[in-house]
């Protein structure tokens, strides 16, 4: 079992930056690879971003690629998500996830956080 605890979201102006971590609990979190994902109101949950295990290799949806970064901390135990150049359609739930693929689909993950609320003011 794996328990993730997303945090590091809250209200930044257009333009803005912000870092999120999720921290994750148990012996084996570092074995997985891990997704940062997102839902908007009134959306669909939709993928942003995913590390492997080592954290060499990176995913990004296009339309976070060049103003998002994933990265990991595995001695931490923690995956970040870094957004920078915000935009109000980037406000939504953020939501940390793990799977045993490097993938940008969500029925391959397998544990999830609770999410934590990221709003882009304009």
């Known amino acids: 079992q794996v328990q993730l605890v997303e945090s590091g979201g809250g209200l930044v102006q257009d333009g803005g930056s912000l870092r999120l971590a999720c921290a994750a609990s148990?012996?084996?979190?570092?074995?997985?690879?891990m997704g940062w994902f997102r839902q908007a109101p009134g959306k669909e949950r939709e993928f942003v971003a995913a590390?492997?295990?080592?954290?060499?290799?990176?995913y990004y949806a296009n339309s976070v690629k060049g103003h998002f970064t994933i990265s990991r901390d595995n001695a931490k135990n923690t995956v970040y998500l870094q957004m920078n150049s915000l935009k109000p359609e980037d406000t939504a739930v953020y939501y940390c996830?793990?799977?045993?693929?490097?993938?940008?689909?969500?029925?391959?993950?397998?544990?999830w956080g609770q999410g934590t609320q990221v709003t882009v003011s304009s």
């Open positions: 148990g012996r084996t979190a570092s074995s997985y690879h």
């Open positions: 996830a793990t799977s045993g693929r490097l993938t940008n689909r969500q029925d391959e993950y397998d544990y």
């Open positions: 590390i492997n295990s080592s954290g060499r290799t990176t």
